[in-house]
């Protein structure tokens, strides 16, 4: 099986400093990955890269079959093609209701003149119903999303991403912030979309990345430094170094 | 969600129905439809604020659904304006130039027609022949195509380039300035075709219904200006209703996310920033006849920023907000500057509001953005009942243009 996205030798540089260093890495279709390192390893700007707001100075990114290059698509050409993307801190569009801001996301056709003469069909509304249902909010629909607690938010911002219908979620520290029982909640969130399609999950929290129970990609000063399962990179003695050592 | 675009927008029913009240109250009022109790100068007045009403709907559309501050909207009114003043005056003078030339004794050429409005229009600055742009005023379908098609071009070039590098926030704000100003400037010299400083002017004495008079067409006008201000009203409701109001409402909180979502947003902004340079346009079309003159003062910046602050005092992002904020403040204004509001004496300060009517508004719209940011449109709110969100001083989203905590609704 190929590549669903490959990155190969991408370098970003801001200033001299070099975020991303001659990284590659690789994604299959429906697996599930998680990519830890400490701050400043180059996680997001990896994700920016990825999702066109970064263009790397060098390197490749290469995406579906057959392969196209991602590189000078603008962000939301690489989201329409079918990346989603889940930021750290929530983002919802907060003075709308969880059911405007579900059925933004749903995957339809995204030009101006279509969306202007859009009106929701029953079977749109049964999807948004259904994702609420999927992310817990289906009590919450005409609520405001500014209203949800912080968890509901991170929730309600995967069923945004469920609803694009991305085949690849890239979703940074989903964890951050939440209690236990969320955590859980949002594990399984995220191993059920790992099903139908490919996800990578940046994360700092070792505990959450043993849960997912998933390759894991250890990254340090903008490349890949270990790859493998999460008792495989626990046990290199570099990553030990720079990243559980500390 | 699958209810009818009335019961999703009240506000549009009673909208229309103050309007039709207020357009039907004065045309009962009025010296040629009713009782005479209102003079033809002050329909007048009433016509042209609510076309001002109509472009306050313009400007809401884009800094009040689409964060986009422009400073710059009153250009795309006065080239409406400009367009039908062409027609306008070219007509009329070619009417007075053929009557005055039937008294010689051999029937004049087409050339010594064209020579001689020329001569009319432009003796003022000088000059004798028409300048490349009036090519299409002797024809009215297509000057009124004019007042749609200029500035729904110009806005449409202005923001493919501000949009597709990116401007935002206060930058683009400057840049709108940097447009109206530099069209301003051009317009005042002489050799622009527009007549210079002199502007346009006669343009209430519409050609061949002189004997209708004054009071007739200014009610007339009153009418037009009133539908326009109908149908703007419902276009705009329209478009920011549904998905794409959401998308719009999206962009203005938080423009990153919206296109991780997949929506082209620059795209969007172009869009409406072009349709609202439209409804400026026609909205200046109705506003310049029922003004009789027009000239490059018009476009000042200061005209575009005043916009803004009607905006803001009848509160964004609510379009019966726009429409009260302008139709407040300008009839404020036209009292106030007009001699009309009495001298306010503090001991020995004598406070003439000709004078100090700028100051007055000033300090109410800093009053407005700090203390009260809903606006005058904010009152509807005390008997809704609608509650503000409690955020704790945050605002509904990361970029500038984003709703604050108290202009929102929970």
Same mark, same amino acid.
């Given at each position: ?100 801001? #579900? ?36 009590? =919450? ?78 990254? $340090? ?7 493998? *399962?999460?008792? $495989?990179?626990?046990? %290199? ?10 | 969600? *699958? ?5 999703? %927008? ?24 009713? #009782?005479?109790?209102?003079?033809? *100068? ?28 422009? #400073?710059? $909207? ?45 001569? =009319? ?16 005023? $002797?024809?009215?379908?297509? =000057? ?14 202005? *923001? ?44 209430? %004495? ?205």
């Amino acid at each position: 099986m190929s590549a669903l996205l490959e990155v190969s030798g991408v370098s970003v540089s801001f200033d001299g400093f070099k975020a991303l260093n001659n990284l590659s890495f690789s994604i299959n279709e429906r697996e599930l990955r998680a990519v830890i390192g400490p701050n400043g390893a180059g996680k997001t700007t990896f994700m920016d890269v990825v999702t066109g707001k970064t263009r790397p100075d060098q390197g490749r990114v290469s995406w579906g079959e057959p392969p196209v290059s991602l590189l000078g698509r603008s962000e939301s050409a690489i989201a329409v093609a079918g990346i989603g993307r889940k930021f750290q801190r929530p983002t919802v569009f907060e003075d709308q209701s969880v059911a405007d801001n #579900l059925m933004m996301a749903l995957k339809k056709p995204r030009g101006p003149l279509s969306v202007l003469l859009f009106r929701p069909a029953s079977e749109d509304l049964d999807r948004v119903a259904e994702l609420a249902d999927t992310i817990g909010l289906s009590t =919450q629909l005409s609520r405001k999303a500014g209203e949800l607690s912080h968890g509901q938010k991170q929730w309600l911002e995967i069923g945004m991403l469920l609803a694009q219908e991305p085949r690849l979620l890239l979703v940074d520290e989903p964890a951050a912030g939440m209690t236990t029982a969320e955590r859980e909640k949002t594990t399984d969130l995220l191993r059920a979309a790992a099903q139908s399609r490919a996800v990578v999950v940046v994360e700092h929290d070792m505990d959450f990345v043993r849960r997912l129970d998933c390759r894991v990609t250890v990254l $340090h000063e903008g490349s890949v430094l270990a790859e493998g *399962s999460i008792d $495989h990179v626990t046990r %290199n003695e570099s990553v030990i170094e720079v990243y559980l050592g500390r | 969600m *699958s209810r009818s675009f009335i019961a999703r %927008n009240p506000s549009v029913l009673w909208f229309l129905l103050a309007l039709a009240v207020f357009t039907l109250g004065v045309t009962v009022l009025a010296e040629a439809t009713g #009782l005479g109790l209102v003079s033809t *100068s002050f329909v007048k007045t009433l016509g042209k604020t609510l076309c001002l009403c109509l472009v306050a709907i313009a400007m809401d559309l884009v800094w009040g659904y689409c964060g986009i501050l422009s #400073l710059g $909207h009153m250009a795309f009114f006065a080239i409406g304006g400009y367009a039908i003043g062409m027609w306008l005056m070219y007509a009329r003078t070619r009417l007075i130039v053929t009557e005055s030339l039937a008294a010689a004794p051999l029937p004049p050429t087409p050339d010594e027609i064209t020579d001689g409005i020329a001569a =009319q229009i432009f003796g003022v600055v000088g000059a004798s022949e028409f300048p490349p742009i009036w090519a299409f005023a $002797h024809s009215l379908p297509l =000057q009124l195509a004019a007042v749609v098609l200029v500035p729904g071009l110009l806005a449409l070039v202005f *923001s493919w380039f501000a949009f597709r590098s990116r401007v935002t926030g206060v930058y683009l704000s400057i840049l709108t300035q940097a447009m109206t100003l530099a069209l301003s400037l051009y317009l005042f010299q002489n050799d622009s075709g527009l007549r210079g400083n002199n502007g346009l002017s006669g343009l209430q %004495n519409l050609p061949g219904l002189e004997a209708v008079g004054q009071p007739v067409l200014s009610m007339a006008f009153f009418w037009a200006s009133a539908l326009a201000l109908a149908a703007g009203y419902v276009l705009a409701s329209w478009v920011v209703s549904g998905k794409f109001g959401s998308v719009l409402r999206g962009i203005r909180d938080d423009e990153a996310r919206v296109r991780f979502l997949g929506y082209p947003v620059e795209t969007y902004k172009l869009f409406i920033f072009t349709l609202s340079a439209v409804i400026a346009g026609i909205a200046g079309a109705l506003y310049y006849p029922q003004a009789g003159i027009i000239n490059p003062a018009e476009l000042a910046p200061i005209a575009s920023i005043y916009l803004a602050v009607w905006v803001a005092i009848g509160g964004r992002g609510r379009l019966y907000g726009a429409v009260i904020g302008a139709a407040f403040v300008s009839l404020l204004s036209t009292w106030f500057t007009g001699g009309q509001a009495p001298d306010l004496v503090l001991g020995p300060v004598r406070i003439q509001w000709v004078d100090w009517w700028t100051v007055l508004l000033g300090l109410s719209f800093v009053a407005v953005t700090l203390f009260a940011p809903k606006g005058i449109g904010g009152l509807f709110d005390l008997v809704r009942l609608r509650r503000a969100p409690d955020r704790h001083g945050a605002d509904l989203g990361p970029d500038t243009g984003a709703l604050r905590e108290r202009e929102a609704e929970t």
